[in-house]
């Protein structure tokens, strides 16, 4: 029921930065979390980053910590993810999914997005 739709993924150079957009509709819990994941060719979905709706409570990749911040729009119900100092190894496609609790583990997360390519040149 619930429907997230991704954009602002793109190209950019090394070092430079980029910021995705999640919008949620549908039914809304009394208390959830919002997330991004991220898979690259030939590797497992990871962690990236994640938002407790309520408490504004958030979680961060070892890997992307003091680079990337995850903020929401509670009038808008969007989600978003700043990227910033960006490295080659960040690309992939990067996915928003929905869960019930703040989590790290993808098992958590029960509504995802189409995903959008994020590609950082050299």
């Known amino acids: 029921q619930v429907q997230l739709v991704e954009s602002g993924g793109g190209l950019v150079q090394a070092g430079g930065s980029l910021r995705l957009s999640c919008a949620a509709s549908?039914?809304?819990?009394?208390?959830?979390?919002m997330g991004w994941f991220r898979q690259a060719p030939g590797k497992e979905r990871e962690f990236v980053a994640a938002?407790?709706?309520?408490?504004?409570?958030?979680l961060y990749a070892d890997s992307v910590k003091g680079r990337f911040t995850i903020s929401r729009d509670n009038a808008k119900n969007t989600v978003y993810l700043q990227m910033n100092s960006l490295k080659p190894e960040d690309t992939a496609v990067y996915f928003c999914?929905?869960?019930?609790?703040?989590?790290?583990?993808?098992?958590?997360?029960?509504?995802w997005g189409q995903g959008t390519q994020v590609t950082v040149s050299s």
């Open positions: 999914a929905r869960g019930v609790v703040l989590s790290t583990s993808s098992l958590n997360y029960r509504y």
């Open positions: 938002i407790n709706w309520g408490s504004s409570s958030t």
């Open positions: 549908g039914r809304t819990f009394s208390s959830y979390a």
